[in-house]
């Protein structure tokens, strides 16, 4: 056990719709990074915070948006969902940024869109 | 661009038998290196990080890497694996600098057979 916890753990949902996945990261971390792991693109990482801002983007869609609250939990919202978006989404936290601190994974949540 | 590959998508090996999973990297800065392992269903967990010093660096159940900066290699060994090693393996670049978010290879998947 990691320590991040994500829900939910599984999400079944149709093309057009939204979604919020939600993380919390481990007591003490501040950092949370937000990765979608797909069959096609592997794990490519989305979205960084660090005690509720904006650090990094990475391959991140116009139509995902992300923020982290003030207790450093994180929300990853999802709209118009298409067919692609189905895949493994992570959420990992971290202490520090900017520097090689081990980010522990949560265990995902999977989303299918039909 | 920074990318990481590795090389191969499926290693096959009978239990009890050395195994080597390859990993070459690109980058025009220094950097940080990973090797994350995911069982079936669940979060990447870290086997292992280089950071600096020491080429060759150990870590959990018996696994150790070697970084070789002229071939730009992070290559994952173990002497003897075993059934439960079966697993999904990524190798992961941070760039000295960057803000923390991990570029991780396609993934190696470990089958050892009894």
């Known amino acids: 056990d990691s320590g991040v916890t994500q829900t939910p753990k599984h999400l079944i949902t149709a093309t057009g719709q939204r979604v919020t996945l939600r993380c919390s990261p481990r007591?003490?971390?501040?950092?949370v990074y937000w990765y979608q792991q797909s069959l096609d693109q592997g794990l490519q990482f989305l979205i960084q915070?660090?005690?509720?801002?904006?650090?990094a983007k990475g391959n991140i869609l116009e139509r995902f948006s992300a923020q982290q609250f003030p207790d450093l939990h994180s929300e990853l919202n999802l709209s118009s969902l298409e067919l692609g978006d189905s895949a493994l989404y992570f959420c990992?936290?971290?202490?520090?940024?900017?520097?090689?601190?081990?980010?522990?994974f949560g265990p995902g949540t999977r989303l299918t869109v039909l | 661009a920074q990318s990481v590959t590795q090389l191969d998508s499926q290693v096959p090996v009978f239990e009890e038998a050395p195994v080597e999973l390859r990993c070459n990297y690109s980058?025009?800065?220094?950097?940080?290196l990973f090797w994350y392992v995911q069982y079936p269903n669940q979060g990447l967990q870290l086997l292992l990080k280089?950071?600096?010093?020491?080429?060759l660096v150990k870590g959990i159940n018996g696994f150790e890497a070697e970084f070789n900066k002229s071939q730009t290699s992070f290559h994952l060994r173990k002497p003897s694996v075993h059934i439960s090693d079966t697993a999904e393996y990524f190798c992961?670049?941070?760039?000295?600098?960057?803000?923390?978010?991990?570029?991780f290879g396609k993934g190696t998947k470990l089958s050892v057979k009894p």
């Open positions: 990992a936290s971290s202490v520090e940024v900017g520097g090689p601190d081990t980010q522990y």
């Open positions: 007591s003490g971390d501040l950092s």
């Open positions: 915070y660090y005690n509720g801002e904006e650090r």
């Open positions: 980058s025009s800065v220094s950097v940080y």
């Open positions: 280089y950071l600096s010093g020491s080429t």
């Open positions: 992961a670049v941070l760039e000295e600098g960057s803000q923390g978010n991990l570029i």
